[in-house]
């Protein structure tokens, strides 16, 4: 059965960090790239980050460049988004993502709410 766990969300404020953690199971982790989404209240869902399978190679929504950071470790099944210097903007529920190489299969968490506010 596959699974994709999130964790570490919560509020925080202005300024303020974060550690988002997803941990999988029940499928090939490190042959698949991972990702973060978001959606915010009203909004589409939107892609923040992904890192791929092999080389762990990185790209990022222009609006958290700089801020948040992806890693994996395969050794884990896990997958991790830092997030620093967060934004009221940032508050969202975020989706952990997998996608295998040829693009056909995917997985989703069920989401962890994070939120910024003073």
């Known amino acids: 059965q596959v699974q994709l766990v999130e964790s570490g969300g919560g509020l925080v404020q202005p300024g303020g960090s974060l550690r988002l953690s997803c941990a999988a199971s029940g499928f090939t982790f490190s042959s698949y790239a991972m990702s973060w989404y978001r959606q915010a209240p009203g909004k589409e869902r939107e892609l923040v980050a992904r890192?791929?399978?092999?080389?762990?190679?990185?790209n990022y929504a222009d609006s958290v460049k700089g801020r948040f950071t992806i890693s994996r470790d395969n050794a884990k099944n896990t997958v991790y988004l830092q997030m620093n210097s967060l934004k009221p903007e940032d508050t969202a529920v975020y989706y952990c993502n997998g996608l295998n190489r040829a693009g056909s299969t995917d997985y989703w968490g069920q989401g962890t709410q994070v939120s910024v506010s003073s």
């Open positions: 890192i791929t399978s092999i080389a762990g190679r990185t």
